[in-house]
């Protein structure tokens, strides 16, 4: 499954950026047990690669907040931050959910680099655990599902492989057995849409 979450890192001069990157972590990590590795795929043109194979720490920092996603990863606008724990990096201020990490490997022999952090300290209020790509793609496909009857069938067929890229990339369990229960609804009612592997 793949989260997706700012991660903040530290340059070498002490500088903070923020940077949204997808969080991928094993399904048997997940809820209810807390997630202790995962690992991130950074494109090396990227300001987080350079801090985090330069100074090894970051936070990742979960929030519902899309303008934060907007602004850090088009703008590289510096938001407002406080003191980690554990890490030099600071996490964003005001989020429900940080992982303080260290990482633990960083493989930058293949593109993109395959970066596996460890959870060092964490902060989970109000049971907020992140973005999931796969889940709004479950929904839209839910809410054209519910249209079938007067939608043209080409406003599901079309986007149909899209969404099931999505939920194949990003999705868990839950996820994708919810996206072919959409899939079945529609082949029940003759619109031909694949489902997805459960496993
Ligand atoms: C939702 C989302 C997820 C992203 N995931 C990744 C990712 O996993 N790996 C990556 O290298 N870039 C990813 N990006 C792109 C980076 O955030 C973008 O290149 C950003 O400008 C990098 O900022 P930086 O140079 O300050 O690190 C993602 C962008 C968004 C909006």
Known sequence: MILEAIVSSLSPEGNVNFAPMGVHILESDH???PVNSFVLRLFSNSQTYENLRS???????????????????LY??????????????????????????????FDDSIEPAFVEGQVEHRVERAGYG?????????LEATIAATRWQWLPKLNITDPWPMWSDIVRKTGGKRERQA????????????????GVPES
């Open 76 to 105: 590289s606008k510096c938001l407002p931050y406080v003191p980690s724990q554990r890490v030099c990096p600071p996490s964003l201020a005001d989020v429900q959910t940080l992982w303080e990490f260290k990482v633990i490997r």
């Open 55 to 73: 100074t090894g720490q970051g936070v990742i920092n979960f929030t519902q907040d899309v303008a934060v996603f907007v602004e850090t990863a």
């Open 179 to 194: 996206f072919n229960r959409v899939s079945l609804f529609l082949m029940e009612r003759g619109i031909q849409v694949a």
């Open 31 to 33: 809820k209810p047990e």
């Open 130 to 138: 992140g973005f999931c790509r796969a889940q709004s793609a479950v």
